[in-house]
T-cell receptor
Framework: GQNIDQPTEMTATEGAIVQINCTYQ??????LFWYQQHAGEAPTFLSY????GLEEKGRFSSFLSRSKGYSYLLLKELQMKDSASYLC?????????????FGRGTQLTVWP | EAEVAQSPRYKITEKSQAVAFWCDPI?????LYWYRQILGQGPELLVQ????????DSQLPKDRFSAERLKGVDSTLKIQPAELGDSAMYLC?????????????FGAGTRLSVL
């Protein structure tokens, strides 16, 4: 099966940079996604990595190392509205096409 | 911007009652997913449809849960009878297809409380 691990909680201050790590184990890696989820709301897509390296999208960047089974989400210039849960999800080539396996999520709190 | 529609947003029921949730995916999206998310955990797939066909229901408790997508558009998830442990957020998501780069877009969810 899939084993996705990410920290349960993180805190940071407004304007700072925070890095949320995710490690995974799959039988056949086929892509990694990051989603943001505010309390009581639906997850919203942030980024997608399938090849090694950094994908940048405004204040958010995501990095992938397939050989290490490791990804991180980097959030720059933190704002209060970035307080949310950040979900790491992977696709496994051995599973139903399209199926995502989610981690438990990292609850980020941004303080003023 | 197109959205995945879900109703109701909240549902409170007593155990042993039947409940049903509805989802209307983004127009043109062939793949539809139902997830269950327990508080403090990530979403877990219950069932995946490709058009009107079920392609993965391995995690669906079939003794009490059922799902259908009769015309390959909107979908209904039913629980009968509901149990206390079914209290959770039920999320619907859709994607254009099930390709490796296809993004899943989520609806706002139905929060179920079983008393």
């Amino acid at each position: 099966g899939q084993n996705i691990d990410q920290p349960t909680e993180m805190t940071a201050t407004e304007g700072a940079i925070v890095q949320i790590n995710c490690t995974y184990q799959t039988s056949g890696f086929n892509g990694l996604f990051w989603y943001q989820q505010h309390a009581g709301e639906a997850p919203t897509f942030l980024s997608y990595n399938v090849l090694d390296g950094l994908e940048e999208k405004g204040r958010f960047s995501s990095f992938l190392s397939r050989s290490k089974g490791y990804s991180y989400l980097l959030l720059k210039e933190l704002q209060m509205k970035d307080s949310a849960s950040y979900l790491c999800a992977v696709r496994d080539r051995g599973s139903t096409l399209g199926r995502l396996y989610f981690g438990r999520g990292t609850q980020l709190t941004v303080w003023p | 911007e197109a959205e995945v529609a879900q109703s109701p947003r909240y549902k409170i029921t007593e155990k042993s009652q039947a409940v049903a949730f509805w989802c209307d995916p983004i127009s043109g999206h062939a793949t539809l997913y139902w997830y269950r998310q327990i508080l403090g955990q990530g979403p877990e797939l219950l069932v995946q449809f490709q058009d009107e066909s079920v392609v993965d229901d391995s995690q669906l408790p079939k003794d009490r849960f059922s799902a259908e997508r009769l015309k390959g558009v909107d979908s209904t998830l039913k629980i009968q009878p509901a149990e206390l442990g079914d209290s959770a957020m039920y999320l619907c998501a859709s994607s254009v297809t099930s390709g490796i780069a296809d993004i899943q877009y989520f609806g706002a969810g139905t929060r179920l409380s079983v008393l």
